[in-house]
């Protein structure tokens, strides 16, 4: 970053502070992808429109942004949920009675769901499916230099539908999407039909929403469940991928159960903040820090019975 096109570096205020290694997993762990961190450890970034940087200090998060961009601060805070709403909703979390929960807490202390544009989240795990997180981050990536809008110093915001529902394959290729290229295109032809359609997904119960994100091209039950999370902010949603699914076995033995089950069980066992449970749990099984031990389950939790 050339430092005459940026701010000087302010402290961020957040409700509760977040470690070095929290910020690293809320923004490379499978949430968002589109930060990277720079060889000093400063993390660079696109959301929506709004292009950031951010360190820890010595006194807390920093940030800093593009020269003449007045919202950066005010965006950042509402990304990170500085009004401290989630850190009430993890302290509420059944962690107390829940030792993998409590040491799955303690890995990663300020972890957040990022507060996202709807339109990012769809992108972004529209092109997740059997995919790492380096390889979304590539394709995220590609999409939005070959297709997005030029912010500032290099940068790009995501394309728009408009733009992805007129691209040719060849730039799509281009963007190693293999046969999400398909997915991209078709649910950027069907919401174009819809231009109100984040706020009218929004204004849905979690249930509709889920059912409407599920009608969308490429859209099974996990990319909704995310998307209905990182997107919309329904905390509780509990997407059930791998890791998920190997850290409520190992730790709670629930080995055997379908990702349907294991879903009902999370929103059963976790509560209204459910999506904040299952990213604790995802974070420290994908870091291996998750602590397996004897949970004993209110007898309401037994085996749910498979559906037919």
Not at 25 to 36: I, V, Y
Not at 59 to 73: D, F, I, N, V
Not at 282 to 299: D, E, I, K, N, Y
Request: proline share 6%; hydrophobic share 45%; charged share 20%.
């Amino acid at each position: 970053m050339a430092s005459a096109d940026w701010t000087p570096w302010r402290p961020l205020r957040l409700a509760e502070d977040v470690p070095a290694s929290t910020l690293a997993e809320q923004l490379d762990g499978g949430q968002t992808f589109r930060w990277s961190r720079e060889a000093d450890g400063t993390w660079v970034g696109v959301f929506g429109r709004t292009l950031a940087a951010l360190r820890p200090g010595p006194l807390g998060l920093e940030w800093r942004g593009p020269k003449g961009a007045t919202e950066t601060e005010s965006a950042l805070r509402h990304y990170l949920d500085a009004d401290g709403s989630q850190a009430r909703l993890s302290e509420a979390l059944p962690w107390r009675s829940d030792p993998v929960l409590c040491s799955a807490r303690a890995a990663f202390p300020g972890l957040r769901i990022l507060r996202q544009d709807p339109h990012e989240a769809l992108i972004g795990f529209l092109c997740s499916s059997n995919k790492r997180i380096l390889q979304i981050r590539v394709m995220v990536a590609a999409l939005a230099e070959k297709l997005g809008l030029p912010l500032s110093d290099g940068f790009h915001a995501l394309p728009t539908w408009a733009a992805l529902a007129k691209a040719d394959d060849a730039v799509l290729r281009a963007c190693s999407l293999g046969y999400r290229a398909a997915y991209l295109r078709g649910t950027a032809q069907k919401l174009l039909a819809r231009p109100r359609w984040a706020e009218e997904f929004a204004g849905m119960a979690t249930k509709d929403l889920l059912d409407e994100l599920q009608s969308l091209p490429g859209v099974g039950p996990k990319v909704a469940a995310c998307v209905a999370l990182f997107g919309f902010g329904r905390l509780e949603s509990f997407p059930v991928d791998t890791w998920v699914v190997q850290a409520l076995a190992e730790a709670y033995g629930l080995r055997g159960w379908k990702p349907a089950q294991l879903e009902q069980f999370g929103k059963a066992h976790f509560g209204e903040a459910a999506g904040l449970a299952q990213q604790y749990l995802f974070s420290a099984a994908r870091q291996g820090a998750l602590r397996p031990a004897a949970v004993t389950l209110p007898s309401a939790l037994a085996r749910p019975k498979s559906r037919r």
